[in-house]
């Protein structure tokens, strides 16, 4: 129990240490936990910790991820996405893996041991690439989502690989080994000695594994209500986590026993329930483990570096990690062609997805086990799977302040000719500015609107709507839209600092200028009247006062009066804010601005007790709105 408490405090002091200060200097959470993982490992290898253990286990966490991730995604999406799946991921596992063949032959090796180098080292770090873009808010991109299609697709080529690689051993006359192989191959690469198909030939096999995936679509679509029901009569949180837990561990473990990976069946077990009405219970159940146990497999990737090893070749190393990561790029730079990816997202894509992948270190084992490579071999070849993942946050980093910027300053795609003279200008054409749109267009107003994502802008011009690609931030390409001679600017993108970028410079350029901006908290309202907007909506603040117009009037309220005493509470909330609005700092969060606390600590009462009069007085009919 000792050694289990210390080993877990060692683990938790480093990343609660290491990456807050990694994120304080924008390097990110993965990189974090990398380093902490580096600078433990001498305390782990003193202590005789088995870091690949733990790793196996910290695993789960990428099973968790991409069930996450399935919630996100609705079946009609999925089906949608099946040209970039076969295209695009297809198109990158095999060409990268037919190039790192051909760079292995060229140095001297078989085509065997070519072709299982080119297979292992064609995948890509799932947990690494889906997390960072999950904290930069770029799984939605054009790049974001290619890359989730490229590490998708590499999770489903993890289960004909299996089959494959142990064939590389074998002489052509054992070739009707391949169902045992294949088995065999499931079990090794999921750490399990137990199988549902051991022994059954290719057919039977086949019926096993379509068995349990029809187990699992059909379980989540009819058993998740009626069990999470049975569970809600306790009324116990926990119950609901640990059945959050039992439902995830249990379809990996299905999918283990039939050589399945168990990240891909999770991942279509999340598809299933995409449109469950427990998705959002399970998601906020199973989203702290799936944190931690990903922290923990980052650390163990920095403290399983070997550096006895890496010392020893360290150019050689280096050459062949650089040397794949600049292949790996140029593979998907050329893809991103094919299927218009194009400006910063091509890149995006491109550097997230060069290095190898958490699954490299169980294919590299399983390769030395069924004598396909040599062990010295695999060994250089784990340092080289290791430190392309311990570079990755490097390139993000890379993206995030070089290539990103250069881009938004001289976007590949030229920005659309601007009509040049609007008398209402909308920033964004997502589900608010959209909107707004199709209200001034209907009320009879002809207006502009630029929106940066080139495929929302497709869509749209398949349904006659008119949009215009570009940057709103851009201060030129403003200008080019007519913004000098606009009444009205709109600014509804979906992006707190650009807002905050586009408010700034249109108040500051155009005082005579109507801006609209939209905010997406409280707290937003308060940056956004500091920089001298004074239009500001909030984006979820009329739809909430209408849902408590609704609950008044379904409490036996009549309209009416329902109506006036939401008015009497948007009144009463106004003015608290905009005495708020004086003590508020920007860049200090609320609860840390003494100021802040203390003003609303004094408003808070006083405010209570005038509304609760207001409702009262309307509920007698002597109430009347003070004028504005």
Same mark, same amino acid.
């Given at each position: 129990?000792?050694?289990?408490?210390?080993?877990?405090?060692?683990?938790?002091?480093?990343?609660?240490?290491?990456?807050?200060?990694? &994120?304080?200097? #924008?390097? !990110? =959470?993965?990189?974090?936990? +990398?380093?902490?993982? *580096?600078?433990?490992? @001498?305390? /782990? %290898? $003193?202590?005789?910790?088995?870091?690949?253990?733990?790793?196996?286990?910290?695993?789960?966490?990428?099973?968790?991820?991409?069930?996450?991730?399935?919630?996100?995604?609705?079946?009609?999406?999925?089906?949608?996405?099946?040209?970039?799946?076969?295209?695009?991921?297809?198109?990158?596992?095999?060409?990268?893996?037919?190039?790192?063949?051909?760079?292995?032959?060229?140095?001297?090796?078989?085509?065997?041991?070519?072709?299982?180098?080119?297979?292992?080292?064609?995948?890509?770090?799932?947990?690494?690439?889906?997390?960072?873009?999950?904290?930069?808010?770029?799984?939605? &991109?054009?790049? #974001?989502? !290619? =890359?989730?299609?490229?590490? +998708?697709?590499?999770? *489903?080529?993890?289960? @004909?690989? /299996? %089959? $494959?690689?142990?064939?590389?051993?074998?002489?052509?006359?054992?070739?009707?080994?391949?169902?045992?192989?294949?088995?065999?191959?499931?079990?090794?690469?999921?750490?399990?000695?137990?199988?549902?198909?051991?022994?059954?030939?290719?057919?039977?096999?086949?019926?096993?594994?379509?068995?349990?995936?029809?187990?699992?679509?059909?379980?989540?679509?009819?058993?998740?209500?009626?069990?999470?029901?049975?569970?809600?009569?306790?009324?116990?949180?926990?119950?609901?986590?640990?059945?959050?837990?039992?439902?995830?561990?249990?379809?990996?473990?299905?999918?283990?026993?039939?050589?399945?990976?168990?990240?891909?069946?999770?991942?279509?077990?999340?598809?299933?329930?995409?449109?469950?009405?427990?998705?959002?219970? $399970?998601?906020?159940?199973?989203?702290?483990?799936?944190?931690?146990?990903?922290?923990?497999?980052?650390?163990?990737?920095?403290?399983?570096?070997?550096?006895?090893?890496?010392?020893?070749?360290?150019?050689?190393?280096?050459?062949?990690?650089?040397?794949?990561?600049?292949?790996?790029?140029?593979?998907?730079?050329?893809?991103?062609?094919?299927?218009?990816?194009?400006?910063?997202?091509?890149?995006?894509?491109?550097?997230?997805?060069?290095?190898?992948?958490?699954?490299?270190?169980?294919?590299?084992?399983?390769?030395?086990?069924?004598?396909?490579?040599?062990?010295?071999?695999?060994?250089?070849?784990?340092?080289?799977?290791?430190?392309?993942?311990?570079?990755?946050?490097?390139?993000?980093?890379?993206?995030?302040?070089?290539?990103?910027?250069?881009?938004?300053?001289?976007?590949?795609?030229?920005?659309?000719?601007?009509?040049?003279?609007?008398?209402?200008?909308?920033?964004?054409?997502?589900?608010?500015?959209?909107?707004?749109?199709?209200?001034?267009?209907?009320?009879?107003?002809?207006?502009?609107?630029?929106?940066?994502?080139?495929?929302?802008?497709?869509?749209?011009?398949?349904?006659?709507?008119?949009?215009?690609?570009?940057?709103?931030?851009?201060?030129?390409?403003?200008?080019?839209?007519?913004?000098?001679?606009?009444?009205?600017?709109?600014?509804?993108?979906?992006?707190?600092?650009?807002?905050?970028?586009?408010?700034?410079?249109?108040?500051?350029?155009?005082?005579?200028?109507?801006?609209?901006?939209?905010?997406?908290?409280?707290?937003?309202?308060?940056?956004?009247?500091?920089?001298?907007?004074?239009?500001?909506?909030?984006?979820?603040?009329?739809?909430?006062?209408?849902?408590?117009?609704?609950?008044?009037?379904?409490?036996?309220?009549?309209?009416?009066?329902?109506?006036?005493?939401?008015?009497?509470?948007?009144?009463?909330?106004?003015?608290?804010?905009?005495?708020?609005?004086?003590?508020?700092?920007?860049?200090?969060?609320?609860?840390?601005?003494?100021?802040?606390?203390?003003?609303?600590?004094?408003?808070?009462?006083?405010?209570?007790?005038?509304?609760?009069?207001?409702?009262?007085?309307?509920?007698?009919?002597?109430?009347?709105?003070?004028?504005?």
């Amino acid at each position: 129990m000792t050694d289990f408490l210390l080993l877990a405090f060692i683990f938790l002091i480093a990343g609660v240490i290491a990456v807050p200060i990694a &994120s304080r200097l #924008g390097l !990110g =959470s993965v990189l974090g936990y +990398l380093i902490a993982g *580096i600078v433990i490992s @001498p305390i /782990l %290898a $003193l202590l005789q910790v088995d870091v690949v253990s733990i790793q196996h286990f910290a695993e789960f966490g990428v099973v968790m991820m991409l069930f996450l991730v399935g919630l996100e995604l609705q079946p009609k999406a999925l089906w949608e996405m099946r040209g970039q799946l076969i295209g695009l991921g297809g198109g990158q596992v095999v060409l990268t893996a037919m190039a790192v063949m051909a760079v292995c032959v060229a140095l001297g090796q078989t085509w065997q041991v070519a072709l299982a180098v080119g297979l292992v080292f064609s995948l890509s770090s799932t947990a690494i690439v889906l997390q960072t873009l999950g904290e930069k808010g770029l799984l939605k &991109s054009d790049g #974001g989502q !290619g =890359s989730f299609s490229v590490l +998708l697709t590499q999770d *489903i080529a993890v289960i @004909p690989m /299996l %089959a $494959l690689l142990p064939l590389l051993a074998l002489a052509p006359e054992a070739a009707h080994g391949v169902a045992e192989a294949a088995a065999h191959g499931a079990d090794e690469a999921h750490g399990s000695g137990m199988s549902l198909v051991a022994g059954l030939n290719g057919w039977q096999t086949a019926l096993v594994t379509l068995g349990a995936v029809g187990a699992v679509v059909v379980g989540g679509s009819f058993l998740t209500g009626p069990i999470f029901r049975f569970i809600a009569v306790a009324n116990l949180r926990e119950l609901f986590t640990a059945t959050a837990l039992m439902l995830v561990i249990g379809i990996a473990l299905l999918m283990s026993l039939v050589g399945l990976s168990p990240a891909l069946g999770t991942f279509l077990a999340g598809v299933v329930l995409a449109n469950s009405a427990y998705r959002h219970e $399970l998601e906020s159940d199973i989203d702290p483990f799936r944190g931690l146990l990903l922290g923990l497999f980052f650390m163990t990737v920095g403290a399983g570096v070997n550096f006895t090893l890496l010392g020893q070749n360290l150019l050689l190393v280096l050459g062949m990690t650089l040397g794949l990561m600049v292949l790996k790029t140029a593979v998907l730079i050329a893809l991103a062609y094919v299927f218009r990816i194009r400006g910063a997202d091509k890149w995006l894509m491109a550097l997230g997805l060069a290095q190898a992948g958490e699954f490299g270190f169980v294919l590299l084992s399983f390769t030395v086990a069924s004598n396909v490579l040599p062990q010295a071999l695999a060994d250089l070849l784990l340092l080289v799977v290791a430190l392309s993942m311990l570079l990755t946050p490097a390139l993000f980093i890379l993206y995030d302040r070089v290539i990103a910027p250069r881009y938004a300053a001289t976007e590949e795609r030229a920005a659309d000719e601007m009509p040049g003279k609007t008398k209402v200008l909308i920033a964004g054409a997502g589900r608010m500015g959209g909107l707004v749109d199709r209200i001034l267009r209907a009320g009879g107003y002809e207006t502009t609107v630029i929106d940066y994502n080139s495929r929302r802008l497709t869509i749209m011009e398949r349904f006659g709507v008119k949009n215009y690609f570009g940057d709103a931030r851009r201060a030129d390409l403003l200008h080019a839209a007519g913004i000098a001679e606009a009444d009205i600017l709109v600014v509804a993108i979906d992006d707190r600092e650009g807002i905050d970028q586009i408010v700034r410079h249109a108040v500051e350029t155009y005082p005579k200028l109507h801006v609209i901006a939209r905010a997406l908290d409280r707290d937003h309202v308060y940056d956004l009247w500091y920089a001298g907007c004074r239009d500001i909506i909030r984006e979820t603040y009329d739809s909430s006062l209408r849902i408590g117009r609704s609950a008044f009037e379904a409490l036996g309220v009549p309209r009416d009066q329902a109506q006036a005493m939401i008015d009497a509470f948007r009144a009463r909330d106004a003015s608290a804010m905009l005495m708020i609005a004086e003590v508020h700092k920007v860049g200090v969060a609320p609860h840390e601005n003494e100021a802040y606390v203390a003003k609303v600590r004094e408003l808070g009462p006083q405010w209570e007790a005038a509304l609760a009069g207001d409702m009262s007085a309307i509920r007698d009919g002597t109430w009347s709105p003070a004028p504005e």
